[in-house]
């Protein structure tokens, strides 16, 4: 091989490893995008007492599902297939996300601020004591979201329960995964509401 057949070789090769980085370059993943799950005064539950300084309500730490129990947002496909999509993301655990949305609308619905969602301290002792397991978060962009908790309601004093099963269901505005997060709040919103029925009902016994 003369010398200019192996200069030409290696400039052809410089070129190669050129390609391939800028063709690397172009393939990189998309940047990652962070959601939260955020209460809007429409997606409030509607007030069922009012109170200027109503009970301490602490609402402790969430169960999830392992399929949801992730910073990924999931959502349904085809058939049986679920989507786990690396670039959207939640911006919080899910677990402490959910929990806050809930004592927010039971806030908004007790006419009381004082509502705590784990891990925050109530500053005082708590006169309920709500606990929330999720059985699905089911979520299709577009089309529909579909949350079904379990929850109880223990009034501290003397153990009495209240305890449920809800659904809530929501359309998005949209395919977009903002449009998904806020139906996920306003799904939250009819579980809320029954939770507050629960402590209104324990209030007045």
Partial sequence: MTMKQSRSR????????????????????????????????????????SASDGPVVTVGAVTLPALVDRPQIVTLAAGSRVEVSEAHR???????????????????????PLVYAYPQVAVADPAFRVTLNVQ??????????????LWTVRRVAD????????????????????????????????????????IGELATR
């Fill in 136 to 149: 699905r978060l089911d979520a299709t962009r577009g089309v529909a979201v579909d949350d079904e908790l």
């Fill in 10 to 49: 290696a400039l052809a090769l410089v070129g190669a490893l050129v390609l391939a980085q800028f063709a690397a370059g172009c393939a990189s993943p998309p940047p990652e995008r962070f959601y939260r799950l955020a209460v809007a005064p429409s997606a409030a539950a509607q007030p069922v007492a």
């Fill in 90 to 112: 939640w911006a919080e655990p899910l677990r402490f996300a959910l929990g806050r949305v809930v004592a927010e609308q039971l806030a908004a619905a007790l006419g009381t």
């Fill in 159 to 198: 153990g009495q329960l209240r305890s449920g099963r809800s659904h809530g269901r929501a359309v998005p505005a949209d395919a977009s995964y903002d449009a998904l997060a806020a139906a996920h709040v306003e799904a939250l919103a009819a579980v809320s509401g029954d939770i507050a029925r629960a």
